[in-house]
């Protein structure tokens, strides 16, 4: 059963970076497509960015275009979600996901939070 665990989450002031990892112990990401997602309070789950399973391909949301970096180490089995220029507005619970053919595979999440 594949697994996900996020961490590096964290409590940054506004302009601060955080680097968030998504990885699956006992089971390689490498052939799949990796998304990360974020659910703040009373809001619904949305789309921050994916990359393919070479890395090769990657799309972000608008709202973090230019401040988010999404990348996959596949020696590591690890994806990574580089954070700089945290807003409030960036204050959420960040899930990654797994793309397999048969199904989708989720985190329990890390909590991010941008304030002051």
């Known amino acids: 059963q594949l697994q996900l665990v996020e961490s590096g989450g964290g409590l940054v002031q506004p302009g601060g970076s955080l680097r968030l990892s998504c990885a699956s112990p006992?089971?390689?990401?490498?052939?799949?497509?990796i998304g990360w997602f974020r659910q703040a309070p009373g809001k619904e789950r949305e789309a921050v960015s994916c990359i393919s399973s070479s890395g090769g391909s990657t799309n972000y949301a608008d709202s973090v275009k230019g401040r988010f970096t999404i990348s996959r180490d596949n020696a590591k089995n690890t994806v990574y979600l580089q954070m700089n220029s945290l807003r409030p507005e960036d204050t959420a619970v960040y899930y990654c996901m797994a793309d397999t053919v048969l199904r989708h595979y989720w985190g329990r999440g890390t909590q991010v939070t941008a304030s002051s």
């Open positions: 006992g089971f390689t990401l490498e052939y799949y497509g």
